[in-house]
Structure formats: C-alpha cells, structure tokens
C-alpha cells in the first residue's frame, strides 16, 4: 500500500475510515484492492494510506479535492457493493469521518541534512 | 493503543500525523507513550488512535473539540521538545494535516444482530 502522499496545497477533503475486522478473510483483500483501484480513477481522488495492526484494526484515510467528490466515491457502485458485504462479513466496527483539511506541514530528515 | 474511539457530534476537529521511523529505537517508545499521555490531559482532547505497519510507516490520529485546544497542543513543552527529538532520531518523514471533521457515521455489527 502506498504511503507518504503528496497532496496539494490546503483546503482539501480525507475521509477517515477506521475498522475492527472480522476472522474472515474470504476475498477481502482482493474486494479491498479493487474499491481503493475504482477510487483512485474517480473525480477529485488525490490519494490513500492504510494501516492494519496485528490486532485487526485499522485506518484507511483517503484524501478529495471536493466533498463532491467524496459524494461520488459514496454512490460508486462498486463501493456500494462492496460495503454492503463488508457489513455482512468483513467487519465488526468501523466509523467514517469526513474531514476538511485546514492546514498542513511536514519534515523530511533529507532535506535537513541537504 | 486504544482504538474506535467515541467521539461527540461533529463538528470537531482531528490531527492526522502520518510518519516514516528511522530504524532508531532509542527511548522512542517511552517518549511517544509520554507524549500521547501528555495530550490525553490537556483541554479539548477527545482521542487517540494509532497504527504503525511492519516497514515502520505509521499515523496517529488525535481528536480534539477546537482549533485553538490543537494550538495548546502544539505548543506544549513536552510536546515540542518531542518533536525536536523526533527530528533528529526518529523521524525520516512526518506529515501533520489538521482537519475539522464536518460528519461521521458509523456500523456495529452487534447492533445489527441485535
């Protein structure tokens, strides 16, 4: 999974999607793999992280130019789909946070020592 | 490391700081458990949750009620003299993005069942 995004310049859109898994694993990486491929062609899409610990649980944080857009990965077909069997059989909890990213900084140790 | 956190009716705002390790352990473990305890006390503060995979790529999420408890934050003395460390130690790349959370919802599988 890609980390370390670059996303443009504040005022933009991350959706905040923490879960608890299920034990079953039953095409979920494959099912996970082809939502986050649609998203990444959607409208407005500018990137993910994602993280699961040993425990289960996770965070999938991607990042929108517009809440538009966030509006659009929402109605996608395929994300429907495939929250409705992540109800089913994937996951015990998750939570979604819509968020407007205000303000960022970041450090990198290369450009320090450079 | 606590995880699915409660939090109020948005809105409220959220610290996503994603970060890649150096391979130094030195102290990092104690000093971020400090850090985050240290957070978990003052005003505004809502939540953690935490996540770090096995190539040392991580984010930690806090939550918080305003813009000006994240400011308190980030001026903290612990805090700050944390990220000093954090830079000359054990950060390769950090990311902060500070976020208002405009709407969240949320599935439980118990509920479901129930």
Redesign the interface.
Known sequence: MK???N?PE?PYY?V?F?S?R?DVDDGYVGLNDAVYMKASMLDGFLGM?S???ENG???S?TYWKT?EDIDGWSKNMLHQGAKELG?KKF????????????????????N?NG
């Open positions: 980390h370390g995004i996303t504040p991350s905040i923490t608890q299920t992280e993280f699961r610990d649980y996770g965070a944080i809440l109800k996951y015990e909890h998750y939570k979604v946070r819509i968020c407007k990213v205000e303000k960022d900084y970041e450090f990198n140790l290369e320090e």
